[in-house]
């Protein structure tokens, strides 16, 4: 089965610290791999896909298939980060289907 | 419309009753998705319609459970003598097209589904 985890449902981080959102995910091909987030009373949304290799609202994420991970990183986290934060992947087979991993809710504390 | 949109925003009903809850997706996008999400989890896969034929149902549950997108936009999902396990929000997304190729799924702000 393919799976995506995340391994902390809650992170707390004081502003101006560095951030790391875990995500590990079991598939042995290619998937693609995206960030969603959800901020307070919010639609979920598309924060950031590896394949744009992009930075958005200082976040970075790095596909590492060697260690089966796409962990979220942003060096310097503001209060307007706190959110939740599912990472997902396409399995490249199929292409259609999108799964997501359990979330991970992040509190920035002033 | 601007968005996803999906109605009712809350639905209660009891064990046993029927119920329906539509998503009206973006306009142009032929990729549209239903998700359930249960409290702490993430959003679980259940159905996706490629045009007006359901791609991939692999992910809903039972026999209780079916979706229709009979002209290519709105979808309703259907759910038949409902029990309190389907308690949960169920979201609705379109995409522009299939999944790899855009990767960016438009998601509803979701029908909260309460099974007394």
């Known amino acids: 089965a393919q799976r995506v985890t995340q391994p902390e449902k809650l992170l707390s981080v004081f502003k101006g610290a560095p951030v790391e959102l875990k995500c590990n995910y079991s598939?042995?091909?290619?998937?693609?791999l995206f960030w969603y987030v959800q901020y307070s009373r919010q639609r979920l949304q598309l924060l950031l896909r590896?394949?744009s290799r992009e930075s958005i609202k200082g976040f970075t994420a790095d596909l590492n298939k060697g260690e089966t991970s796409f962990h979220l990183k942003k060096p310097f986290a503001q209060e307007e980060d706190s959110a939740m934060y599912y990472c997902?992947?396409?399995?490249?087979?199929?292409?259609?289907?999108?799964?997501f991993g359990p979330g991970t809710r992040l509190s920035v504390l002033p | 419309g601007a968005g996803v949109s999906q109605t009712p925003s809350n639905k209660v009903t009891e064990k046993g009753k029927y119920v329906e809850l539509r998503c009206d997706p973006i306009?142009?996008?032929?990729?549209l998705y239903w998700y359930r999400q249960s409290l702490g989890q993430g959003p679980e896969f259940l159905i996706y319609?490629?045009?007006?034929?359901?791609?991939?149902d692999s992910g809903l549950p039972n026999d209780r459970f079916f979706a229709v997108r009979p002209e290519g936009s709105v979808s309703t999902l259907k759910i038949q003598r409902t029990e309190r396990g389907d308690s949960a929000v169920y979201l609705c997304?379109?995409?522009?097209?299939?999944?790899?190729?855009?990767?960016?799924?438009?998601f509803g702000e979701g029908s909260r589904l309460t099974v007394l």
């Open positions: 997304a379109s995409s522009l097209m299939a999944g790899r190729n855009t990767g960016e799924l438009f």
């Open positions: 598939y042995s091909g290619s998937p693609e």
């Open positions: 590896h394949i």
């Open positions: 997902a992947l396409i399995l490249d087979n199929y292409g259609q289907n999108f799964v």
């Open positions: 306009s142009g996008h032929t990729a």
């Open positions: 319609f490629q045009g007006t034929g359901a791609a991939d």
